[in-house]
């Protein structure tokens, strides 16, 4: 018996040529379907994951460094804003006039733009209102240490039989020309402000240099060249 021969299934899409076996065809067949599974994808089609965190990594690098910036631009400008620049009255230097201008024992003058009172004090006078043995120039802050009240000098007011004090008008605080407390709720004496004086006996008050009023008050008084005797 003749057996027919044998034809390729119709989805083969090609016949073995003359001479070659069924088997090997079949075997080219498979070997060309694999090489077509796994070849490979295109680069713009393929997942990089190690591309996608370095692009986050950019991202959040960019929004942080522009964060940054945009901080310390803020605070430049906060800086820039506050700073000081020729502070004229009080917190800066406020002249007062001239060392000749001041009586030794004389009443105090009272500057509203730098918030002080200047006096000449004499070393002899020995009153309870008096200077405590200070001699020289003093400058007092006429803020009250107590609430912050506006303390005026008032050389008609009597305290325990002598007039001439700085007497608080918000709660009696009661102060010698010195600046001593000796009355009332104040937690301490008045406090002074730093003296300069140049060559030609011109008087500038650095009001922004201040210190805490206490019973050496009368020590910080200057002793310069020109004042009256």
Same mark, same amino acid.
């Given at each position: ?69 945009? /901080?310390? %631009?803020?605070?430049? @400008? ?7 620049? $020729?502070?004229? !009255?009080? #917190? *800066? ?18 500057? /509203?733009? %730098?918030?002080?009172? @200047? ?7 020995? $009153?309870?209102? !008096?200077? #405590? *043995? ?96």
């Amino acid at each position: 018996m003749t057996n027919a021969p044998r034809t390729a299934p119709p989805d083969m899409g090609e016949s073995p040529a003359a001479g070659e076996s069924i088997e090997a065809w079949r075997d080219a067949l498979a070997a060309r379907k694999t090489v077509a599974e796994t070849a490979n994808v295109p680069g713009a089609l393929a997942s990089r994951p190690d591309m996608e965190a370095s692009r986050r990594t950019f991202i959040r690098g960019s929004f942080l460094g522009g964060l940054g910036l945009a /901080l310390l %631009g803020s605070v430049g @400008l906060l800086v820039d804003y506050l700073y000081p620049r $020729g502070v004229r !009255g009080f #917190g *800066g230097p406020v002249p007062a006039g001239k060392v000749s201008e001041y009586a030794k024992g004389g009443e105090p003058k009272h500057f /509203l733009d %730098g918030q002080f009172f @200047l006096a000449n004090l004499d070393p002899s006078d020995a $009153g309870k209102n !008096g200077t #405590g *043995g200070g001699e020289g120039l003093l400058a007092l802050w006429h803020k009250c240490p107590h609430l912050g009240c506006t303390v005026p000098w008032r050389k008609e007011f009597d305290y325990e039989g002598t007039k001439g004090w700085f007497r608080c008008p918000c709660h009696g605080s009661t102060y010698t020309k010195a600046g001593i407390r000796i009355f009332g709720p104040a937690p301490r004496s008045m406090d002074t402000m730093k003296i300069e004086v140049d060559g030609a006996g011109n008087i500038v008050v650095q009001t922004g240099v201040r210190e805490f009023g206490g019973p050496n008050n009368p020590q910080r008084a200057i002793k310069v060249p020109g004042l009256p005797s």
